[in-house]
């Protein structure tokens, strides 16, 4: 998405993601503080929920994920 966006701003302006910026904060936050980072994974799981077609959603899911994903689906 970000490349679009760019295609329609002039040059000389930069587009910046924030989810990479976010990203980069907490992981040195949490590299920081490990009595926090290990209480965020403690006892976790990971859910997956769409309004989607199931198995598009964990198609997707998988490659992203680079593990098999399983979603639920749930109508709104």
Known sequence: ???????YVPQHVQVVSQGDLVAD???????RHPNLAN???KG???QFYTT??????NEK???FFGEPVK??????
């Open 44 to 46: 976790s799981s990971i």
């Open 25 to 31: 904060s907490l992981k040195d936050y949490l590299s």
């Open 52 to 57: 989607d077609d199931v198995s598009n959603f």
């Open 61 to 63: 899911g998988s490659l």
């Open 71 to 76: 979603a639920q689906q749930i109508h709104l």
């Open 1 to 7: 998405l970000k490349s679009i966006i760019e295609d």
């Open 39 to 41: 209480m965020c994974s």
